[in-house]
T-cell receptor, first 112, second 116 residues
Framework: NAGVTQTPKFQVLKTGQSMTLQCAQD?????MSWYRQDPGMGLRLIHY???????DQGEVPNGYNVSRSTTEDFPLRLLSAAPSQTSVYFC???????????FGQGTRLTVV | AQSVTQLDSQVPVFEEAPVELRCNYS??????LFWYVQYPNQGLQLLLK??????LVESINGFEAEFNKSQTSFHLRKPSVHISDTAEYFC??????????????FGQGTELSVKP
């Protein structure tokens, strides 16, 4: 049982480059979300989805796009990377009933 | 709007000593409360949660937390810590009544460092 899988684990980008962080879950969870973790700031919500085809913004959405074409996948796109997006990114999934979020192992992104 | 404040950014403690990690929250609605643990270079794992019922909740590895509604707190305690408890601990809150998307609001995190 893989749970929540994120790829890649590490990535270095140059300013202005684009990339997609992948997230997949095999638990048939309705809810999926993306957080970024920065020192001293905890985790902050970027975007979330309540089901396939439905997404919404979180606390810090600027510079990021998401889509959810299937229940399993929730990719996060950086269209034009900036140094301020250097962070550790976590994907999570949950269900309406359990209230517990399951997290992936994270992607450490550095923008130079 | 909801917010979470973890009152200590770093807590150093000797092995076998007791520890308390403090968490206060602010919310105008009923909440669910969580403690997550993050070991170095890993993702977050749920340590324990309060949804309803008994205000004292326990984890399988000896941690406990008590929901105090009047003080809007959810402090985490362990009577005797081990070296292996060294990690970062996050307190989080979610809306209990209407939480489309399972959104969590996190505190800033507390680094627990257990020394021999």
């Amino acid at each position: 049982n893989a749970g929540v899988t994120q790829t890649p684990k590490f990535q270095v980008l140059k300013t202005g480059q684009s990339m997609t962080l992948q997230c997949a879950q095999d638990m048939n969870h309705e809810y999926m979300s993306w957080y970024r973790q920065d020192p001293g700031m905890g985790l902050r919500l970027i975007h979330y989805s309540v089901g396939a085809g439905i997404t919404d913004q979180g606390e810090v959405p600027n510079g990021y796009n998401v889509s959810r074409s299937t229940t399993e996948d929730f990719p996060l796109r950086l269209l034009s990377a900036a140094p301020s997006q250097t962070s550790v990114y976590f994907c999570a999934s949950s269900t309406p009933k359990s209230a517990e979020a399951f997290f992936g192992q994270g992607t450490r992104l550095t923008v130079v | 709007a909801q917010s979470v404040t973890q009152l200590d950014s770093q807590v150093p403690v000797f092995e076998e000593a007791p520890v308390e990690l403090r968490c206060n929250y602010s919310s105008s609605v009923s909440v669910y409360l969580f403690w997550y643990v993050q070991y170095p270079n890993q993702g977050l794992q749920l340590l324990l949660k309060y949804l309803s019922g008994s205000t004292l909740v326990e984890s399988i590895n000896g941690f406990e937390a008590e929901f105090n509604k009047s003080q809007t707190s959810f402090h985490l305690r362990k009577p005797s810590v081990h070296i292996s408890d060294t990690a970062e601990y996050f307190c989080a809150v979610s809306d209990a009544l209407y939480n489309q998307g399972g959104k969590l609001i996190f505190g800033q995190g507390t680094e627990l460092s257990v020394k021999p």
